[in-house]
């Protein structure tokens, strides 16, 4: 329930091309990517 609440506030924030993804292999494991925009700002 929680990756899922974060996974939606990412995609409120930023669009639905960021977020966290799952992908599983029964026997070989899961691997988690999370997908944010780099933004750049300058210092003041």
Do not use: H, M, Q, W
């Not at 930023?14 to 599983?24: A, Q, R, T, V």
């Amino acid at each position: 329930i929680a990756l899922l609440n974060v996974n939606n506030r990412i995609k409120l924030l930023f669009g639905d091309e960021y977020g966290i993804y799952l992908y599983s292999k029964a026997g070989a494991g899961t691997d988690v990517e999370i997908t944010l925009p780099l933004i750049l700002e300058e210092k003041r």
